[in-house]
């Protein structure tokens, strides 16, 4: 997560760090549930969609055009969306963003009832995700977490290093709850990241205290 996207989270450093650790489960959870559903395609991490499809072309096979389209297309929207919601409500972004998150999965389980076409049900998980990684960068953290682990074993200084770890590992919890879930509920495991995305948008508005512990970094 960036810098300035943390400090966004909520004034009080505890509720924050609690906020952004939950948005990297939910995020992890949700892509898993893309991944599954869609046979291999990512709603939330697009360069793999992107590397799975040009495979996928290089291969011959020409039918995964339009959900790859569709995923990276929808995820762009749903980053200019959340950036117009940031701006509507400067103060509130992270509950807004979080409301338009639930918003868009739950449209995505409504949409399921008329049509499971991958290409439509890609859409919309990608415009929720696009919308919710403008709340979590979580393309790098590993390699963020290895050149701070770098940092501070040359400098002493810094241990933004627990940071992106602890979002790594956030990240990879989500997406094994998000597997698990489709597993044993199916597309209804949808329901649940609805549910999360709510609660996370009633948490983050949570008044600032404190008594929050101190932000790790």
């Not at 996928?56 to 990276?72: D, K, P, Q, R, S």
């Not at 868009?104 to 409504?110: H, M, V």
């Not at 597997?179 to 649940?192: D, K, T, V």
């Not at 609805?194 to 790790?216: E, K, W």
Request: proline share 2%; aromatic share 8%; net charge positive.
């Amino acid at each position: 997560m960036s810098t300035a996207n943390a400090k966004d989270m909520t004034a009080n450093p505890g509720t924050r760090r609690v906020v952004e650790t939950a948005v990297a489960v939910h995020v992890g959870f949700v892509d898993a549930f893309g991944f599954v559903l869609l046979g291999g395609f990512f709603v939330s991490s697009i360069s793999a969609t992107t590397t799975t499809a040009g495979v996928a072309l290089g291969g011959g096979t020409w039918g995964v055009l339009g959900l790859g389209a569709a995923i990276v297309g929808g995820f762009l929207v749903g980053v200019v969306t959340a950036a117009v919601v940031g701006r509507r409500w400067t103060h509130q972004r992270v509950s807004r963003v979080l409301l338009l998150v639930a918003g868009l999965l739950a449209a995505g389980g409504a949409i399921h009832w008329f049509t499971a076409a991958p290409v439509v049900i890609g859409f919309v998980l990608a415009l929720a995700m696009g919308a919710e990684n403008t709340l979590l960068e979580t393309g790098g953290l590993l390699v963020e977490t290895a050149q701070r682990i770098t940092d501070r074993l040359l400098t002493k200084e810094s241990h933004q290093w627990l940071h992106y770890l602890r979002l790594w590992s956030a990240v990879t919890l989500g997406a094994i709850l998000g597997a698990w879930a489709y597993r044993l509920l199916g597309f209804n495991s949808l329901w649940i990241a609805v549910g999360a995305a709510l609660l996370g948008c009633v948490f983050s508005n949570a008044p600032a205290g404190s008594t929050g512990p101190r932000r790790d970094g």
